[in-house]
Nanobody, 127 residues
Framework: VQLQASGGGLVQAGGSLRLSCAAS????????MAWFRQAPGKEREFVAA????????LYQDSVKGRFTISRDNAKNTVYLQMNSLKPEDTAVYYC?????????????????????WGQGTLVTVSS
């Protein structure tokens, strides 16, 4: 099982990026997925999560209104659209997936809720 994150890069403050996380090796169409990030010298933190059917979404307060998580179960892929980027958004972004299927609109902000992790993609926002 592999989660391949992509789409990171260098962008100026106020700009936008779209991250993608493509899963292979099994389907996650019935599983909650999420994005986390880790800035240099800091602990990994929750960014956004989405339920298997996209009915439930959850965001960290600092990204609400700027980031949007979505998924395409047919493509086994989760996305993170990031707008109005700020220098404090600079981090390595990781996608994650829960191993077991989840209920209707289940989401979680806890790293312990997820069993599979991607390798990360670096987002750098310059001021």
């Amino acid at each position: 099982v592999q989660l391949q994150a992509s789409g990171g890069g260098l962008v100026q403050a106020g700009g936008s990026l779209r991250l993608s996380c493509a899963a292979s090796g099994r389907t996650f169409s019935r599983n909650a997925m999420a994005w986390f990030r880790q800035a240099p010298g800091k602990e990994r933190e929750f960014v956004a999560a989405i339920s298997w059917n996209s009915f439930g979404t959850l965001y960290q307060d600092s990204v609400k209104g700027r980031f949007t998580i979505s998924r395409d179960n047919a493509k086994n892929t989760v996305y993170l659209q990031m707008n109005s980027l700020k220098p404090e958004d600079t981090a390595v972004y990781y996608c994650a997936a829960r191993s077991d299927s989840t209920t209707y609109s289940y989401t979680s902000r806890f790293t312990s809720s997820y069993d599979y992790w991607g390798q990360g993609t670096l987002v750098t926002v310059s001021s």
